[in-house]
């Protein structure tokens, strides 16, 4: 019995410790990000559109999206030629998510994950504004089978 009672003790005295001092905080995500690194696939050898979609914490102003991989050919929209930006305008506002369009070309010979670089440029909005850089990492199924 003296052993139940000192089990239940410790365990009222734990319990009552996570209580006082509560979970630990999460960090909150401040400036753009991927709301997912996975694109979708895309067949070899054909020039395929995918969406990245983007999320923040705070405002983000005149942003300029590009995107690199090995063997994987790159085109960006006809109206900004070098870069992708939001499908709604260059802005993100805070807690709003958007996405970037890029066409991709990826020459393997069999059916992978490449890794993609995706980095975007962009200022922190207003009068006083910061320009900042973000890079973040993208997979891209490459299907070979004639799936499509």
């Not at 979708?40 to 559109?49: D, L, N």
């Not at 990826?106 to 059916?111: G, L, M, N, V």
């Not at 922190?124 to 490459?142: D, I, Q, R």
Request: one cysteine or more; charged letters at 20%.
């Amino acid at each position: 019995m003296r052993k139940i009672r000192w089990v239940a003790a410790v365990a009222a005295a734990v319990g009552l410790a996570t209580v006082v001092t509560g979970a630990p905080a999460v960090a909150a995500v401040k400036g753009p990000h991927l709301i997912t690194d996975w694109a979708r696939a895309v067949p070899a050898h054909q020039g395929t559109w995918i969406q990245l979609y983007w999320k923040t914490g705070k405002a983000v102003c005149d942003a300029e999206v590009t995107l690199s991989g090995t063997d994987v050919d790159v085109i960006y929209p006809d109206n900004t030629e070098r870069y992708s930006s939001f499908a709604k305008g260059s802005s993100l506002k805070a807690g709003k998510t958007d996405r970037t369009a890029i066409n991709v070309t990826a020459h393997y010979d069999k059916t992978t994950v490449v890794k993609l670089k995706a980095k975007m440029v962009y200022n922190t909005c207003g009068k006083n504004a910061v320009e900042k850089t973000e890079k973040v990492s993208v997979n891209l199924p490459v299907i070979v089978d004639d799936v499509f």
